[in-house]
């Protein structure tokens, strides 16, 4: 016998239910009033014509993940890929009936209305997977009846329209899992650091858990309740009549490894990763491409290997830019603070392919990418173009050329350590980063030549006609500097610098891919000029201001670089196979200081970089001599043939010789100038 | 048989010697000759005349000896014995004639040289002083006796005594000194009172008033006439002179002195050692070079690296003003041309030696490239020996006169360098002023060599 207060409850739940269905009905009659039905359709075809966003990836020539655009952290994962275990943990603790219902479970609806009715508010949603799909792409995220009628309404449309299959590789790819990342594909990346389809049970579990409340249950910020939360969907999942997919007990038994997610767009190439994504708005000319989510494939010609030594290379020597930064910054009369900044930028001189880029010493501090937006003085990492027009002059490294105290117009470079009045050959001059030479040479050959030459070795930027542009007086870019080496390193022949190789849509498409014929060579320098200055270059290494990778001469050729009052510091170089620049500076261009001085910041930078390469196999050939030239080791201050001396190459019909002019100088200056000097009887 | 002239003059007068007369300057300061034939000479009146006039001189010249070195020589005794009266007794005139021969004859082939301690300029003094002797024993002289070395410190008083002791008691033919100012003008007084030929080694010591003194110096004053001439020729209006501090600007002060107000000079000297000292020299005068009415000209008086450097300057700065570039000996160097530099091509300077392949054989020359240069070593030395050269030719050439002492000036001014083969061989060895005769030479740069103008 029932008692007549559960009588009394049960008459008042049936009048309750019989107004909610008369509400129904009656909000039923107002959408329809509405119009709503009629855009139905509309809506459904939503859903079926829905794309599931992907993050469109960039790669490296390899096939590396580099990095990823997107709206949303998505990674697109086809059913027939996401285990069964996460499968069935999903539809466990989310939707048990799914296969059964056709949209929409009456008895949950049923019990949410109930909860609404008892409580005023609703505390369970009662949602299939199908609702949830619906409200999460359809519909607003606003609580109310209304929304929860059309929710209903539309979720069977949607299985009339949509196979439980498709349905659920939405849910799967589609919703909300805590830390940015949205469907399983991201999920499984950000929290356990790998791909879907390797996910054990208990991580598939725990995957399940999050749908729920992703942030409630971040394994990241809230382990112990993620743990909670996957202890519950095991418990659903062995409950359940799904298959189990696995070993519930052993699931229960693993040690989950939550691993710390930093976006691949953070890690390896970061600056570059950015950069990419204008150069491939650019080559398919649309400057509005929305790259995010359209799951394009971007191969690159970026070297991970090759970014990784970058990226080391310039970690490693930050300190020294810290302390020199905070020793600027103690400066009570700036304004500002200034920011000590570091780029690496490197190339495959046969192909013109840039093979690594590190933009700025931390990408999370500063996204500036200093190798394509800095415009920075290239300083002394300038002279050899105009030193190539020397050579092709009839110069050779062992001729004098006289230092002389220039003032032109105001403009008066200084050389270090005062060699402000001395003669050098044109190969110390070089090795040794002096200044007036340079300008004088400029002089002598024509500003306009010099920028003409350096235009012709890809240099881009704009260098007014003056005489500063001589010694890197103007405005550049890394990858100026960078094309004046590779053609240097390409025995004079320039290509143009390229970082994308292929990019093909979802559907593998192709869209673009590089083809070297549109890249034709353009011979800047004769290969013998090249040879001529590479070797130069190379007693730069040897005997000149990169001394500190002496070392390295034999394969390597490089030039230091200081711009006016130390406010940039550089280093270029290059073997036979790679062109690595490097730079360092301040953002606020200050003064570095004596510290920027020659070799101080940027070679060490260089020196691991090149160091790690050539440890991981990068050939270390010696350049050959060309066939009409020949080398010959001479005096450095003199240009005289000698046993101990500085090895550079020579044209066949201009080698050096033993020089009366020489033996002056040097007379002249051991006995302090006097020379044919009368002064008897004074 | 020695004939005298005596002019009277005042004190101190000087005695210019000839065979058959001598010229005394008198007191007025002019030149006065008289005839002293050895008929005149027994005249008492002429006798008395000599004597009241050269032995004031001789006595002077006597003055730095001691007491003791007097007493070594008869005549100083007799000198200082002789009487105006004397003169009146045919016996005593003897006797002063014969003195006054000795005195004034000295036919030994000694050449002695006054010079000042080691130091300073050593290495070319010896220089000079091995060629000479090399010269004199390739003569057949001994130069252990016939080259005299005295080493005087640079005062007046210590060059005369030493000029004195060599003149009076040494009996040296000539003597060659005046490396410092107080050595030239001791030097200069003993050529005048004791008419013995003396050789000036200085570029601007004044010579005494008697023909006794020449200088044997490269001819800064020819070379100083050829630059002169060639700016006016080349237009030059405004010269613009750059010199190291301490340098020597007799060419230059010559070159002035020439150009009689036709050639406006401006000049500049900096410290060698810093360059900014040169750059400002050279700066403040750029806005004047490049405005000059007429071909600028820049006068560097500075080694070869010194004037690249600053034609790199001037050049590099004003690279549109035909600059007339010029200099003198120092210029000379393959380091002037090599590596050619555009700007130097057509600038000038003036030498006195022209192709090193005509030195006289006795002056050892390395062969280089080009004629026209020598190693850097040798350029320096062979200066010095050419001016030993020199010396040693005179010496020899008054030796071989076998005239009396005070006759070998006379005879090296009126002869002619044929006993010299690298000296003009037409000219005279000493010009009317008393400079030996030198070679002039000009060169112009032209590509990586220079050539002979």
Partial sequence: MTSPIRRTRAGFFTIILGLSLAGILAAAGYLWSEGVFESEQEQ???LTAAIIPDNSVVFDRSGNKIGEYYSFYHIHAPLDKIPKAMVNSLLAIEDRKFFEHEGVNWKSIGRAFLSVATSGRMKQGGSTITMQLVKNYLLTREKKVSRKLREIILSYYVEKNLSKERILELYLNTMYMGHGAYGVGAASRVYFGKPVEQLTLAECALLAGLFQAPSLYDPHKNPSAAIKRQRIVLDALEASKLGLSGDVAAARKQSLEFKPWTPVNETVAPHFVSWIRTEVERLLGDDELMLNDKGYKITTTLDKAFQEAANRAVADNTAPLLGLQEQINKNPKRKQPERVESALLASDPKTGAIVAMVGGRNFRESQFNRTIAARRSPGSAFKPVVFTLALEKGMTWADLVFVSPIDVRGFRPKNHKGDDMTEVTLLKALAKSMNTPVVSLAQKYGIKNVIERAQSMGVKSEMPPETGVAIGGFSSTMLDVDAIYRTLANDGTRLESYAVLKIEDRQGQVLYE????????????????????????????????????AGMGSYAAGKTGTSDDSRDNWFAGFTRTIVATTWVGGDGNSSLGDAASGSALALPIWRQFMETLVANGLPTDPWPVPENLTAVSIDLDYGVPADIGVVALFPKGRLPRKSQAAEDIRALKQDNGSYRELKLGN | MLWLAIAVGATGCAIIGTTSSIEIINSSGSIEAIDLTPRHYRSIEHCEAAVAKITPSLEASLAPLTVEQRKLMKWPALIAGFRIRDCRSFKKRGEILSVFEDIFSAKTRRIAFILPPAGGSEAAL?????????????????????????????????????????????????IVGGLSPEHASALSQMADQTQTPVLLVSANAPLGKTIQSMRVYPPLKRLANRLVDTFKTQGVKDAFVFYPQNANLELFHLMRGLSNDRINYSERTYNPDKPESILSAVKSQLGRIGSASGRPAVLILDNFRMVRHIVNIIGTSLPSTPTLFAGNQQWRSPALVVPRDDLLQGAIFVDFIGSYQNLPDRIETPITDSEYFTTAQAASRIDYQIIGHRLATLGVQAARFGVNRHQIAKRLQSTRNSWDSYFPKTELAFDVQRESSWPVFMFEVSGETIKEL
Avoid at chain 1, 525 to 546: D, F, H, K, N, Y
Avoid at chain 2, 131 to 144: H, I, K, W
């Fill in chain 1, 44 to 46: 459904i075809a939503k």
């Fill in chain 1, 514 to 549: 590089y083809k070297s014929e549109s890249n034709p060579p353009i011979q800047a320098l004769a290969p013998e000029i090249a040879s001529l200055m590479r070797s130069g270059l190379q007693a730069v290494l040897t005997s000149g201001t990169g001394a500190a990778v």
């Fill in chain 2, 126 to 174: 010896q220089t000079i002083l091995d060629q000479v002797r090399s010269e004199f024993r390739r003569e057949g002289y001994n130069p252990d006796n016939a080259v005299l070395v005295r080493r005087v410190e640079r005062n007046r008083d210590d060059a005369l005594k030493a000029a004195a002791q060599l003149i009076h008691m040494d009996r040296v033919a000539m």
